[in-house]
C-alpha cells in the first residue's frame, strides 16, 4: 500500500526547533512536487513549504526565514526543518506529494499528521 508517513512532531517551547520527516512507503519509484501543509484549530489549512522535483522551494510568508524544506530523493523522504518556533506554529503538519506509482502514473498523496505543539 502506497502511503507517506510522517514523524517528528511533538511538544516544544517556544523558540525551540522540530524537525519532520516524510517518507513515502511502498511500491513507489520517485517522489515529485512535495509539500508540507498544516491546519491550526479552527483554521483551514495552508500550505507551509514546498519543494519541486528539481529542488526549487517557496514558502508561506509567516515561516521565511524560519523553516526549511528539503528533500532525499534516495530515501524518498521530504523533511521539514523548524527554528525558531513560535505558538502560532501549532497545529497538525501534513505532507502532501506527488508519487510516481508505475511507468507512467503518478498520484497525489496526503500523510495521516503530525501535531506540532509550541508552548509559549
Known amino acids: 500500500q502506497v502511503q507517506l508517513v510522517e514523524s517528528g512532531g511533538g511538544l516544544v517551547q517556544a523558540g525551540g526547533s522540530l524537525r519532520l520527516s516524510c517518507a513515502a512507503s511502498g511500491t513507489v519509484f520517485s517522489i515529485n512536487d512535495m509539500g508540507w501543509y498544516r491546519q491550526a484549530p479552527g483554521k483551514q489549512r495552508e500550505l507551509v513549504a514546498a519543494?519541486?522535483?528539481?529542488?526549487?522551494?517557496n514558502y508561506a510568508d509567516s515561516v521565511k526565514g524560519r523553516f526549511t524544506i528539503s528533500r532525499d530523493n534516495a530515501k524518498k523522504t521530504v523533511y521539514l526543518q523548524m527554528n525558531s518556533l513560535k505558538p502560532e506554529d501549532t497545529a497538525v503538519y501534513y505532507c502532501?506529494?506527488?508519487?510516481?506509482?508505475?511507468?507512467?502514473?503518478?498520484?497525489?498523496?496526503w500523510g495521516q499528521g503530525t501535531q506540532v505543539t509550541v508552548s509559549s
Open positions: 502532501n506529494g506527488d508519487l510516481k506509482t508505475g511507468w507512467r502514473t503518478s498520484y497525489n498523496y
Open positions: 519543494i519541486t522535483s528539481g529542488g526549487s522551494t
